[in-house]
């Protein structure tokens, strides 16, 4: 089978698995498929929340562990090359590290990869243009070739399939979640060390962590709550210090950072059941809405009918359900009820 026909068949399998409920069915599925075109020993694949970037879904296998305080230092305050943010914004959203014998100085590959038993990692920033929602890393141990430009041409020829998946991912059907612990909370230094975290807030990162087989850990879902840190620390605007997170049993978390003065702690990250009204602006961008679809889907989350709808925005009760079939469609739901459904 010639290449092309390899990177086809990966995408109509990526494809395929964006539908699967669980995390771990549908991270396996997919980079056995990558692996076919890029291998690999070791991936991580994540997506963010496109209403402030903040990363909303982790899935690893044999990756980067323990070390998530130390990779959400060097991916927001320290000099480094390839990072995701700024892949995203490159004209090839690939990076190769590791493996050249000239390679950049990076802490990452020796204080990081290296300590791990890895040789060279592939990053790919999953993009649009509407924006970014996500990334995959790839890492390669010692007895394989590093990786080189022409993975990086392979990867961004798969990048188009990983992105639809990751950016669909968080609205698929799951059935109705169970009953919501309480809201917890961490409180974190300057220097992101946990001067404390309740117990609530251990619970709800727990509910964050796939099962079955992905090998993500509390610990590694810490690195959403430093994010979260950082960006309330750095981000005038509070609505881009939020996070909006699907658990694999179907709730929705928001994670929110406060700036206090508590002892050494400057920034108090609470985890609690989310909001229709803090959903709405990342569903917003997830389902690809238009500024008049995002109306109608307000209106609607608000309980009021189509005539009342029509009356509001000045439309007739036609135009309205032209809108609501197309936000259906779109979320790839039948209804009203089934699209709150998997809102609430």
């Given at each position: 089978?010639?290449?092309?026909?390899?990177?086809?068949?990966?995408?109509?399998?990526?494809?395929?698995?964006?539908?699967?409920?669980?995390?771990?069915?549908?991270?396996?599925?997919?980079?056995?498929?990558?692996?076919?075109?890029?291998?690999?020993?070791?991936?991580?694949?994540?997506?963010?929340?496109?209403?402030?970037?903040?990363?909303?879904?982790?899935?690893?296998?044999?990756?980067l562990?323990?070390?998530s305080?130390?990779?959400?230092?060097?991916?927001?305050?320290?000099?480094?090359?390839?990072?995701?943010?700024?892949?995203?914004?490159?004209?090839?959203?690939?990076?190769?590290?590791?493996?050249?014998?000239?390679?950049?100085?990076?802490?990452?590959?020796?204080?990081?990869?290296?300590?791990?038993?890895?040789?060279?990692?592939?990053?790919?920033?999953?993009?649009?243009?509407?924006?970014?929602?996500?990334?995959?890393?790839?890492?390669?141990?010692?007895?394989?070739?590093?990786?080189?430009?022409?993975?990086?041409?392979?990867?961004?020829r798969?990048?188009?399939?990983?992105?639809t998946?990751?950016?669909?991912?968080?609205?698929?059907?799951?059935?109705?979640?169970?009953?919501?612990?309480?809201?917890?909370?961490?409180?974190?230094?300057?220097?992101?060390?946990i001067?404390?975290?309740?117990?609530?807030?251990?619970?709800?990162?727990?509910?964050?962590?796939?099962?079955?087989?992905?090998?993500?850990?509390?610990d590694?879902?810490?690195?959403?709550?430093?994010?979260?840190?950082?960006?309330?620390?750095t981000?005038?605007?509070?609505?881009?210090?939020?996070?909006?997170?699907?658990?694999?049993?179907?709730?929705?978390?928001?994670?929110?950072?406060?700036r206090?003065?508590?002892?050494?702690?400057?920034?108090?990250?609470?985890?609690?059941?989310?909001?229709?009204?803090?959903?709405?602006?990342?569903?917003?961008?997830?389902?690809?809405?238009?500024?008049?679809?995002?109306?109608?889907?307000?209106?609607?989350?608000?309980?009021?009918?189509?005539?009342?709808?029509?009356?509001?925005?000045?439309?007739?009760?036609?135009?309205?359900?032209t809108?609501?079939?197309?936000?259906?469609?779109?979320?790839?739901?039948?209804?009203?009820?089934e699209?709150?459904?998997?809102?609430?």
């Amino acid at each position: 089978m010639g290449v092309v026909d390899a990177i086809q068949r990966a995408a109509r399998t990526v494809a395929h698995a964006g539908g699967h409920a669980s995390d771990a069915d549908f991270a396996d599925e997919t980079l056995a498929s990558v692996a076919t075109v890029l291998p690999h020993d070791g991936y991580c694949i994540f997506g963010v929340d496109p209403a402030s970037g903040l990363r909303a879904f982790m899935l690893s296998r044999n990756g980067l562990d323990g070390v998530s305080g130390r990779l959400a230092y060097n991916e927001t305050r320290e000099r480094d090359v390839n990072r995701y943010a700024e892949l995203a914004r490159c004209s090839v959203p690939a990076g190769i590290l590791g493996g050249s014998a000239r390679e950049p100085p990076s802490p990452r590959l020796h204080d990081i990869l290296h300590p791990a038993g890895f040789r060279s990692e592939l990053r790919l920033a999953l993009r649009t243009h509407r924006g970014w929602w996500g990334a995959l890393s790839l890492f390669r141990e010692g007895a394989r070739r590093p990786f080189g430009a022409d993975d990086a041409v392979l990867a961004t020829r798969l990048a188009p399939a990983l992105t639809t998946a990751v950016r669909q991912r968080p609205l698929r059907r799951l059935p109705p979640g169970p009953r919501l612990p309480p809201s917890g909370v961490v409180l974190l230094d300057p220097n992101d060390t946990i001067v404390s975290m309740s117990e609530e807030a251990r619970n709800w990162l727990q509910a964050l962590c796939a099962g079955g087989s992905d090998e993500m850990t509390m610990d590694d879902m810490m690195r959403v709550v430093y994010e979260v840190a950082h960006a309330t620390r750095t981000r005038a605007r509070t609505d881009q210090n939020l996070c909006r997170i699907r658990t694999s049993s179907g709730a929705w978390v928001a994670l929110q950072g406060n700036r206090v003065d508590a002892g050494s702690a400057d920034v108090a990250v609470i985890l609690q059941a989310a909001s229709l009204t803090q959903l709405l602006p990342a569903v917003d961008a997830w389902l690809g809405l238009t500024p008049r679809e995002a109306q109608v889907l307000r209106l609607v989350a608000s309980g009021l009918p189509g005539k009342q709808i029509a009356t509001r925005l000045a439309i007739s009760p036609q135009t309205v359900n032209t809108y609501l079939r197309t936000i259906y469609r779109k979320a790839h739901v039948t209804g009203r009820a089934e699209l709150l459904g998997q809102l609430t």
